[in-house]
């Protein structure tokens, strides 16, 4: 079993920045996928963005060259936000896989954290 923890969502004013933090616990696996979603109220889930146990990202074309997926290890992964605008707004999760990203899709995810909650005021 996998437990997946965000932190870090707040309120920023647009044009700023926030950092996310996903902390993983329980099972390790020597292949994995972990990626970042986010909703927001009316609207469907968005992907945006994953990265696999070899550092590679992908990103949504809405946040791509503002938004920065990294991490640490397996355990500790970041969602770096830059230039948010208030269409960031949104429930942020983090998620995660066993499986290679390339066989994990967006609705796909085995494990999935509580949320959290980001706010972008114009």
């Known amino acids: 079993q996998v437990q997946l923890v965000e932190s870090g969502g707040g309120s920023v004013q647009a044009g700023g920045s926030l950092r996310l933090s996903c902390a993983r616990s329980?099972?390790?696996?020597?292949?994995?996928?972990m990626g970042w979603f986010r909703q927001a109220p009316g609207k469907e889930r968005e992907g945006v963005g994953r990265?696999?146990?070899?550092?590679?990202t992908t990103y949504a074309d809405s946040v791509k060259g503002r938004f920065t997926i990294s991490q640490a290890n397996a355990k500790n992964m970041y969602l770096q936000m830059n230039s948010l605008r208030p269409e960031d707004t949104a429930m942020y999760y983090c998620?995660?896989?066993?499986?290679?990203?390339?066989?994990?899709?967006?609705?796909?995810?085995?494990?999935w954290g509580q949320g959290t909650q980001v706010t972008v005021s114009s």
């Open positions: 990265i696999d146990r070899d550092g590679r």
């Open positions: 998620a995660a896989d066993r499986r290679p990203c390339l066989w994990v899709g967006f609705d796909d995810f085995g494990y």
């Open positions: 329980g099972a390790t696996y020597s292949n994995y996928c």
